[in-house]
């Protein structure tokens, strides 16, 4: 029997995927920067951190379609169990599947990393299930910034590095919150789109607890201060002065900060989506040049 993968690509976003995969190249850079990385651990939390990452956006999927969430009057891309490209139950299998596939990895990365890297194994897929599943899901109760700030960020990055060096400073640590940051203002760009959609099926984002100028402003200082981390390491560790290159996504944010801003309606804010994740590869791959220089 041929299986249409077309369908699963659409689920998995693969334009998201960026979010996971830059932290991981930040800790993994600072580590090889360091004399003290682990080639093989760091692609296990590479795949570790896209399947989380694939498993959450069919999570995602699903629990929407099921909550009646995800309509017709969706502007964003399209949800393939909404639309009926994929059954609900096959929809399910895969999340089953996926998150199954992250946690044997994680048991891998758990031999290596010990109790630590156990902890945000199991915190980071239980966190990206109840994403969206339950009546008191992370993204309804407008707790998921906070978990992709701490998850795509601190966590990710200081975990990477751990588990390579079983060490851990507090450069590392900060270098984690530009990355949660950018991933916190595609959250932002993307709860502002859908900010009509999420009140009618009532579920309360920040962007629909608090309004449209709360999430623009919530947008402009996400990057504002990620491209002030670099200062802030550098005054801290006056080392790889390099990194202090990152700053120009704040002038590369300009555009990007004036369609948030100014959206004439929801779908053209899919543009400022799109922007705001190749920022975040931008800025990920300067920091990680920046640091092993």
């Given at each position: 029997?041929?299986?249409?993968?077309?369908?699963?690509?659409?689920?998995?976003?693969?334009?998201?995927?960026?979010?996971?995969?830059?932290?991981?190249?930040?800790?993994?850079?600072?580590?090889?920067?360091?004399?003290?990385?682990?080639?093989?651990?760091a692609?296990?939390?590479?795949?570790?951190?896209?399947?989380?990452?694939?498993?959450?956006?069919?999570?995602?999927d699903?629990?929407?379609?099921?909550?009646?969430?995800?309509?017709?009057?969706?502007?964003?891309?399209?949800?393939?169990?909404q639309?009926?490209?994929?059954?609900?139950?096959?929809?399910?299998?895969?999340?089953?599947?996926?998150?199954g596939?992250?946690?044997?990895?994680?048991?891998?990365?758990?031999?290596?990393?010990?109790?630590?890297?156990?902890?945000?194994?199991?915190?980071?897929?239980?966190?990206?299930?109840?994403?969206?599943?339950?009546?008191?899901?992370?993204?309804?109760?407008?707790?998921?910034?906070?978990?992709?700030?701490?998850?795509?960020g601190?966590?990710?990055?200081?975990?990477?590095?751990?588990?390579?060096s079983?060490?851990?400073?507090?450069?590392?640590?900060?270098?984690?919150?530009?990355?949660?940051?950018?991933?916190?203002?595609?959250?932002?760009?993307?709860?502002?789109?859908?900010?009509?959609?999420?009140?009618?099926?009532?579920?309360?984002?920040?962007?629909?607890?608090?309004?449209?100028?709360?999430?623009?402003?919530?947008?402009?200082?996400?990057?504002?201060?990620?491209?002030?981390?670099?200062?802030?390491?550098?005054?801290?560790?006056?080392?790889?002065?390099?990194?202090?290159?990152?700053?120009?996504?704040?002038?590369?944010?300009?555009?990007?900060?004036?369609?948030?801003?100014?959206?004439?309606?929801?779908?053209?804010?899919?543009?400022?989506?799109?922007?705001?994740?190749?920022?975040?590869i931008?800025?990920?791959?300067?920091?990680?040049?920046g640091?092993?220089?």
């Open positions: 029997m041929k299986i249409n993968l077309n369908p699963w690509l659409l689920a998995i976003r693969p334009k998201t995927l960026p979010a996971s995969a830059s932290p991981v190249l930040i800790g993994t850079a600072m580590a090889a920067g360091d004399g003290i990385h682990h080639l093989p651990t692609f296990l939390c590479l795949l570790g951190a896209l399947l989380v990452q694939a498993g959450t956006n069919l999570a995602n699903y629990f929407d379609f099921k909550k009646g969430i995800d309509t017709n009057d969706r502007v964003g891309p399209l949800r393939v169990t639309a009926g490209l994929i059954k609900p139950w096959e929809m399910m299998t895969g999340i089953v599947v996926t998150f596939l992250s946690a044997l990895v994680a048991y891998f990365l758990f031999l290596r990393g010990g109790w630590p890297i156990a902890v945000i194994g199991i915190l980071g897929i239980l966190s990206g299930i109840f994403y969206t599943a339950g009546r008191y899901s992370l993204s309804s109760l407008g707790l998921g910034d906070i978990f992709v700030l701490v998850f795509f601190p966590v990710a990055v200081a975990g990477t590095y751990y588990v390579q079983f060490e851990i400073n507090l450069a590392v640590i900060l270098a984690g919150l530009a990355p949660g940051l950018i991933s916190t203002a595609i959250l932002t760009v993307n709860n502002l789109r859908d900010i009509e959609t999420d009140k009618k099926a009532g579920k309360k984002t920040l962007a629909v607890r608090f309004g449209k100028t709360f999430a623009q402003m919530e947008f402009f200082y996400c990057i504002l201060t990620a491209s002030l981390i670099p200062v802030f390491i550098y005054a801290l560790i006056q080392d790889h002065l390099p990194i202090l290159g990152c700053g120009i996504i704040g002038l590369c944010a300009g555009p990007l900060l004036k369609n948030v801003f100014n959206f004439s309606n929801a779908a053209s804010l899919n543009h400022a989506l799109e922007s705001t994740g190749k920022l975040l931008i800025y990920s791959i300067l920091f990680s040049i640091w092993i220089l």
